[in-house]
């Protein structure tokens, strides 16, 4: 009998099942993944080491999806703001798997060489050093936030009181994904202003 020309399973095949069912809504759980993969459990240990093995691939497996590439010559400010766009994108196509991203190290060279951009990024703009990698998570942590909150109900406020103060403002004020995408831009606006003040 011929083999097959590609491998039965491997972590990218592992790791894209793995999304698939959390994103539609299912737990992580090994026993019904290695069931929809139709493997057993030992040939699925055999390709990542357990859960947290599973979780690292399925983040390999979307920093791929998601790449940035700064290109030459870009100005500083042009190159971070794609590059937490990626974070952003990624995170909000795929909130249910952030969840179980955010309880496990980043060491996969992908998703390194992600990060590492966005610290040149940060390091051509001329911020100190000593608050580069301070900076970096304060963009990952906000991407994060602003993601999670696209899961939030489509009005976030309603007054019972007639005279809140927020009554009229909340008039004129977007809804659903118009308000989210609008919290993640002047968001993102206001961070860079808080780095450009503390550079030079």
Same mark, same amino acid.
């Given at each position: ?19 698939? $069912?959390?994103?539609?809504? %299912?737990?992580?759980?090994? @026993? ?14 055999? %390709? ?8 690292? /691939? $399925?983040?390999?497996?979307?920093? =791929? ?11 500083? =400010? ?10 952003? =994108? ?5 909130? =249910?798997? $952030?969840? %179980? ?45 602003? /993601?999670?909150? /696209? ?10 009181? /007639?005279?809140?103060? $927020?009554?009229?403002?909340?008039? @004129? %004020? ?27």
């Amino acid at each position: 009998m011929a083999r097959p020309v590609s491998p039965l399973l491997s972590p990218e095949k592992i790791a894209s099942a793995a999304i698939e $069912m959390v994103d539609a809504g %299912h737990e992580l759980k090994i @026993q019904p993944l290695a069931k929809k993969l139709g493997v057993s459990l030992s040939s699925l240990y055999h %390709h990542v080491d357990g859960r947290e093995g599973i979780i690292q /691939a $399925m983040r390999e497996v979307l920093s =791929r999806q998601y790449e940035f590439n700064p290109s030459i010559g870009e100005a500083w =400010r042009d190159s971070l703001r794609e590059g937490v766009n990626a974070l952003w =994108r990624l995170y909000s196509d795929h909130p =249910r798997v $952030m969840i %179980h991203l955010l309880g496990v190290t980043i060491h996969e060279s992908d998703t390194m060489r992600l990060y590492e951009s966005l610290v040149e990024c940060l390091q051509k703009s001329g911020l100190p050093d000593s608050e580069v990698l301070t900076t970096l998570e304060v963009l990952d942590a906000f991407a994060f936030g602003a /993601a999670l909150d /696209a899961l939030s109900p489509t009005t976030i406020f309603a007054p019972k009181d /007639a005279g809140s103060p $927020m009554s009229e403002l909340l008039r @004129q %004020h977007p809804s659903g994904r118009e308000r989210n995408e609008l919290l993640y831009k002047r968001g993102l606006d206001i961070i860079f202003a808080g780095i450009e003040s503390r550079i030079g």
